[in-house]
């Protein structure tokens, strides 16, 4: 008899269906104990010993694994292979053998990088011993956690009421998103202006260029400043001619992206799908357990936390001969590539995120998966193939245009994907790519040579205005910490959801906003503890951990380190005055807290609303921050923290409505006043002023005329989240200018618009409408990105096949899947496909009796239902004539 342990019901199924009767699989639900949630559980002062329990919901588990361990002969721990599973396997040989429970049974530790009935076959016939250094990372990991927790959060609380608690990486992530937000609040736009000419070759062919000398001195981004400037520029390009001065030529290859890591798949998964952290590790823990496929259930994933980037040969060889046989030689590079991982972690002894079987493609697999489930596996399907293709390969061209004198000098630039190579198949997204591809698009130039003389055709000067930092998304965020070294990939999902869990940051239009108690968190921490949120220090533990788990340095050494600067730097938070609290707070916080009005100073905004000379402060109470008045108790003004959330508008946006109607610019084209204004819909831009209808006029019957009603302006709403600040004469122009034309659909030779409708931004192929979501922008979108959603859009819609025609009638029947799942249709009349039936397996016959049941059923109910109505109306006539007022007193005789 043999037992195996793993972490979950699904796996043990998926397992005990290779092993056979000889095993028995038991699944611990993770971990089957945790440190003591109790101050003391960590002891510095006894060599960092160590509390657990066992929790309620695993003392069942532990029971049950100890009953079934009794009569075996061999306990084989099949935990993930990563830190994290060693550590569950450590723990449940710790729990097991309490009191001698595992004299007699031979303890063995098996991993697998995949649930395949190969991969766990041969990992059962090479098992090794648990491994110490692996653990002691986990143990190290979980102290260092502890300590921060439980010694920093009580300082937390009691000098920063309202606060939740402080956790080890969560702080400096929390850090991150806090001084984003700094940077955007600090921001202020600066406008420039570019100069774009329009020319023809001698051959008439059009092309553009930009100005990128002026007076023979290059000019950077901002030396246009303003509109005088661009018009001296315009001035002088008018007045000269130009000649091809240079033709710059040369091939780019673009390498493929390397296959999924875990925070790779989670940031493109954000991209391309809109999947958050933890949906996505979800999708991918469901791919990596298994899925029945024709009655065998099998891993469609290797395993989805790695640091990795290797392949197997296996898979590379595999993934060959799928290119070859899909694409053709010309998408086969001459070798195999090699991918190896830069990063320092003990988790990269297994590989990259691929799939188990590549011949296994997503539209064989679509009947089988979850729409999410589906375009995950497609997602890391469609990676693991592209890293092994070759190189695309692009024509650059640069052409410098000069003038006689060398004064003014305009470049066009060209580039043409000559061999498409691996973007056959798939196309990396970019963070805050504005066209969403991060591909760019085809830009032809026309053919020139050197010396030819093109005629300049026009000039047109075009004002930009800086933009702030975007703020992170879940995509961006991971990166950033990535980078960083902060944290491990397998954390981030927990780490974000934890932040939003204790209020300190929210999602808004799937990007982090701080709340004012994360901020202040910050603030304190930032202030008081300045080592513990730096960046540098967090990433150096993270690299003494993994050198830990490598055995180069001994974990207890590394508490040792830290526990001595961090119980000091503790002490001396705890002699900090709430007067010091405030001050910093105060200091750090007052631009965001008491933003100035547009003309107004910072004094200004901080001026008390009631006594009109008393000073806003930050102040701390016991029920946490808030505002109030220097000139307390005399005046006792106070407000509560915080800015308005969700849609309503921050402060600054508030001053900025507060102006409106607010002059922009004017239209180029027609001459015309450009206006930001705000209706009883929220806010617009509008192109002129509404005419002022004449006075009316009387005919001589003495009845007025009937009048024309004026029309209005040209108008267009602001789209959902975009805030008055953002607005410029561009933008304004760009929304009026809506719907606008993105491009022709490659595939079907149809224009894809994009605007703005009674529901929101939207695409539009045809007949075909895709809401803009996300980061998509109505004004930005490009046709890669455009050209995406249609067909997602499209093979999300319900497919329905016909099974032939109804005996009755002749009309069609036909099979489909719509939300309520699997379904036979006859004219309006649809009924549900009974479990045990599919849509590949469903008959005519069965569909007409499906049918027909449905239609009886339908015409019972509204029989029943007349039936009632009539009786209920009968009932209502014989009571009518002689009813009766109840009598007051009988109503209260008892």
């Not at 030689?329 to 991918?339: E, H, K, N, T």
């Not at 707070?585 to 631009?591: R, V």
């Amino acid at each position: 008899m043999n037992v195996v342990i793993v972490e979950s019901p699904a796996k043990a199924k998926t397992i005990n269906k290779y092993l056979g009767g000889d095993y028995t699989v038991l699944a611990s639900f993770g971990h089957v104990r945790d440190l003591l949630a109790k101050d003391g559980a960590v002891d510095p002062d006894n060599d960092f010993a160590m509390v657990w329990e066992i929790g309620p919901r695993s003392k069942k588990q532990i029971a049950e694994i100890r009953k079934a361990v009794k009569s075996a002969d061999t306990l084989y721990l099949a935990t993930d292979p990563d830190r994290e599973g060693e550590a569950i396997s450590w723990h449940v040989l710790e729990v097991l053998g309490e009191k001698g429970g595992l004299d007699d049974v031979d303890v063995k530790r098996v991993v697998f990088n995949e649930i395949t009935k190969r991969a766990v076959l041969d990992a059962m016939a090479h098992p090794r011993a648990i491994d110490k250094e692996l653990v002691n990372a986990y143990l190290a990991r979980r102290a260092l956690d502890y300590l921060v927790g439980f010694t920093l959060s009580p300082v937390l609380w009691r000098k920063l009421p309202g606060a939740r608690s402080a956790g080890r990486v969560q702080s400096v992530a929390l850090r991150l998103i806090c001084e984003r937000e700094a940077e955007i609040e600090a921001f202020r736009p600066q406008e420039y202006w570019t100069v774009d000419a329009g020319f023809t070759t001698p051959a008439g062919e059009a092309f553009a260029a930009r100005l990128t000398h002026l007076d023979g001195r290059k000019l950077d981004r901002m030396e246009l400043g303003d509109e005088a400037a661009a018009a001296a520029a315009v001035a002088a390009i008018r007045e000269r001619d130009y000649r091809v001065a240079t033709i710059d030529a040369k091939k780019v290859r673009r390498n493929p992206p390397a296959p999924f890591t875990t925070s790779t798949l989670q940031q493109e998964a954000s991209r391309k799908l809109r999947l958050g952290t933890s949906r996505t590790m979800q999708l991918a823990q469901r791919l990596y357990e298994g899925v029945t496929i024709n009655g065998e259930t099998v891993g469609l994933i290797t395993y989805m936390r790695t640091d990795s980037v290797a392949l197997s040969q296996e898979a590379i060889q595999a993934s060959r001969r799928l290119i070859e046989n899909d694409f053709g030689s010309r998408y086969l590079p001459d070798q195999p590539r090699i991918y190896k991982t830069k990063a320092k972690n003990a988790q990269e002894a297994h590989e990259a995120i691929r799939p188990t079987d590549l011949f296994r493609r997503p539209d064989q697999l679509r009947h089988a998966l979850d729409p999410d489930q589906f375009q995950l596996y497609e997602l890391i399907w469609k990676r693991t193939v592209a890293a092994e293709m070759e190189s695309a390969v692009l024509d650059q061209v640069a052409v410098d245009l000069t003038s006689p004198d060398q004064a003014v000098t305009l470049r066009a630039n060209g580039s043409v994907v000559a061999f498409d190579g691996f973007l056959k198949l798939y196309r990396e997204d970019r963070d805050d790519d504005t066209n969403g591809s991060g591909d760019g698009g085809d830009r032809h130039l026309p053919p020139m040579k050197e010396g030819e003389h093109p005629a300049l055709v026009e000039v047109t000067p075009e004002q930009h205005f800086t933009q702030p930092p975007p703020r992170f998304t879940e995509a961006s965020l991971v990166k950033k910490l990535e980078e960083l070294g902060i944290g491990r990939p397998s954390t981030y999902a927990s780490i974000l959801r934890l932040l939003q869990d204790r209020e300190y940051v929210r999602l808004d239009k799937r990007r982090f906003v701080p709340d004012d108690k994360g901020r202040l968190v910050t603030a304190f921490l930032s202030s008081f503890f300045p080592r513990y949120v730096e960046y540098d220090f967090t990433a150096d533990m993270e690299e003494k951990l993994d050198d830990i788990s490598g055995g180069r340095i001994d974990w207890k050494a590394v508490l040792n380190d830290f526990w001595r600067d961090f119980s000091r730097a503790v002490d001396g938070a705890k002699e900090v005055t709430f007067s010091q609290v405030i001050d910093v707070l105060d200091e750090t916080l007052g631009p965001h807290f008491f933003p100035p009005k547009i003309g107004e100073d910072a004094d200004a905004a901080r001026r008390c609303p009631r006594c009109a000379d008393g000073r806003l402060n930050i102040k701390v109470g016991r029920f946490g921050a808030f505002i109030g008045c220097s000139n307390y108790p005399e005046c006792q003004y106070t407000r509560q923290l915080g800015l308005e959330t969700g849609d309503a508008e921050t402060a600054a946006e508030a001053s900025e409505s507060a102006d409106l109607p607010r002059t922009l610019g004017i239209d180029p084209v027609t001459g015309k006043e450009v206006s930001l204004r705000k209706g009883p819909y929220g806010l617009y831009v509008q192109l002129g002023e509404e005419e002022v209808p004449p006075a009316e006029a009387v005919n001589g019957d003495g009845k007025k005329k009937t009048k024309k009603k004026a029309p209005k302006p040209p108008r267009a709403s602001l789209p959902r989240g975009m805030p008055a600040t953002d607005i410029d004469l561009e933008k304004a122009l760009a929304l009026l200018a809506l719907p606008r034309e993105i491009g022709i659909n490659p595939n079907s030779g149809e224009v894809i618009t994009a605007g703005i409708g009674r529901y929101g931004p939207y695409v539009r192929h045809g007949s075909t409408y895709v809401s803009l979501k996300g980061d998509d922008d109505v004004l930005t979108i490009g046709l890669n990105r455009a050209v995406e959603l249609i067909e997602t859009a499209a093979e999300r819609k319900p497919s329905a096949t016909e099974l032939g025609a109804h005996p009755k009638d002749g009309k069609p029947i036909t099979v489909g899947k719509g939300r309520f799942g699997p379904y036979v249709k006859h004219e309006k009349t649809f009924a549900s496909l009974p479990k045990g039936v599919t849509m590949d397996s469903v008959t005519l016959e069965q569909a007409v009796e499906l049918i027909e049941a449905k239609r009886a059923r339908a015409a019972n109910g509204k029989n029943g239902k007349e039936k009632k109505a009539t009786a209920g109306k009968k009932k209502s006539a014989q009571k009518a004539p002689g009813r009766k007022k109840a009598s007051p007193s009988k109503a209260t005789i008892s």
